[in-house]
């Protein structure tokens, strides 16, 4: 079964309509309910047959629902007249990810802008996301030495995180990134 992407607009059912008698307020309420039914189906016609190929068993019957949102991050500001300006823009920007920005969010959000397909396997752990297999690690909640540790021992060819978990420690900071260099890894802090 190959994976792929279904986009439906969020459109309000008509309020005579059986669907939203049903519960359902809008088209992408209907579509989701499709898709979870799709799936029970699938697992049921799976129970008690044997697997001689072993593809039931890996085979990613989930699915995940985004939101239309505007970016995580904040917007550098490019017209900037004064010295004050550049400074309101310096200051807003300390901390470049917005104040309520979900760590989910942030985490696909940099996935696709560092070209990772939607479809890409992703695993948490240590407070770590792997992505396919180690090939992108991303850390997004805190930092220490020992995730570092871990981190560096997965060999992943990139490490993203965001530079708020250092907390102003410029030493950790630059000691991390001496050991991602040690260990060839490229070392991105957003």
């Known amino acids: 079964m190959n994976p792929f992407i279904v986009v439906q607009l969020s459109e309000a059912c008509d309020v005579e309509s059986p669907s939203y008698k049903a519960g359902y307020k809008t088209i992408a309420d209907i579509a989701k309910e499709r ?3 799709v799936i029970k189906k699938i697992k049921g016609e799976q129970d008690g047959r044997l697997d001689f190929d072993g593809i039931a068993g890996k085979q990613d019957l989930g699915f995940k629902v ?17 010295q004050e300006q550049v400074m309101e823009q310096l200051l807003l920007h300390i901390d470049p990810v917005k104040l309520n920005a979900e760590t989910e969010n942030i985490l696909y959000e940099l996935l696709l802008k560092s070209g990772v397909p939607l479809t890409a396997k ?44 250092f907390k102003n420690n410029d030493q950790l900071k630059t000691n991390i990134s001496l050991q991602m260099k040690d260990a060839k890894v490229d070392f991105k802090t957003i």
């Open 35 to 37: 898709i979870r039914r």
């Open 66 to 82: 985004f939101k239309l949102q505007e970016s995580n991050f904040k917007i550098w500001r490019t017209k900037i007249e004064t």
């Open 122 to 165: 992703i695993e948490g752990k240590d407070g770590c996301y792997f992505v396919n297999g180690g090939e992108i690690a991303l850390i997004l909640e805190e930092i220490n030495e020992e995730i570092i540790k871990t981190v560096i021992d997965l060999k992943p060819q990139k490490v993203i995180t965001l530079d708020r978990l």
